[in-house]
T-cell receptor
Framework: DTAVSQTPKYLVTQMGNDKSIKCEQN?????MYWYKQDSKKFLKIMFS???????INETVPNRFSPKSPDKAHLNLHINSLELGDSAVYFC?????????????FGQGTRLTVV | DAKTTQPPSMDCAEGRAANLPCNHSTISGNEYVYWYRQIHSQGPQYIIH???NNETNEMASLIITEDRKSSTLILPHATLRDTAVYYC???????????????FGKGTKLSVIP
């Protein structure tokens, strides 16, 4: 049973296309996140959603739009893809109402824009 | 959240203890020390966390100095599968929406050698 699952695992697409990455968690968590890991391996948070409400929106181009249809899902839609969007995107989830809780990460989606 | 400093890389012989240091000299009284690791091509994985006291779980031990300005993650019997990048993260631990934002540094690349 995969706790946090992302699809697809690999995504190769051309510049200018629109694509979506899906994330689902079966842990009963109420908070979900998207992180981006660039070619230099730095992991940075992009978005945080709690109970389907956007909580954190770091400096991310508005071509990136997260969508949370319910607490168990947080999808990432990217419009007009650019070469610089190539990276590994990680979804994560955690509880928000417990101190010292840990975050669970998905296996990542490797996006390559050509 | 306070900044951390880790050595960029370390080697450890298989079966020996791996001791990974972390400096967090600007840590505040309400900040916890968290450790995550990222095995190649996988999502980050929680290892352990602590505030003041030393902590141990099935994966590792965490030793925090009395002044809390540094800590050491100990993998008691390193195996080849422990080869990964280990991240030391200092953060305020409080419940609440969006409170689990993790700020990842460069981490320590641990190579376990047969």
């Amino acid at each position: 049973d995969t706790a946090v699952s992302q699809t697809p695992k690999y995504l190769v697409t051309q510049m200018g296309n629109d694509k979506s990455i899906k994330c689902e968690q079966n842990l009963g968590h109420d908070t979900m996140y998207w992180y981006k890991q660039d070619s230099k391996k730095f992991l940075k948070i992009m978005f945080s959603y709690n109970n389907k409400e956007l909580i954190i929106n770091e400096t991310v181009p508005n071509r990136f739009s997260p969508k949370s249809p319910d607490k168990a899902h947080l999808n990432l839609h990217i419009n007009s893809l650019e070469l610089g969007d190539s990276a590994v995107y990680f979804c994560a989830s955690s509880h928000s109402d417990r101190e010292n809780t840990e975050a669970f990460f998905g296996q990542g989606t490797r996006l390559t824009v050509v | 959240d306070a900044k951390t400093t880790q050595p960029p890389s370390m080697d450890c012989a298989e079966g020996r203890a791996a001791n990974l240091p972390c400096n967090h000299s600007t840590i505040s009284g309400n900040e916890y020390v968290y450790w995550y690791r990222q095995i190649h091509s996988q999502g980050p994985q929680y290892i352990i966390h602590g505030l003041k006291n030393n902590e141990t779980n099935e994966m590792a031990s965490l030793i925090i100095t009395e002044d809390r300005k540094s800590s050491t993650l100990i993998l008691p019997h390193a195996t080849l599968r422990d080869t990964a990048v280990y991240y030391c993260i200092v953060r305020v631990s409080h419940s609440g929406a969006g409170s689990y934002q993790l700020t990842f540094g460069k981490g320590t690349k641990l190579s376990v050698i047969p």
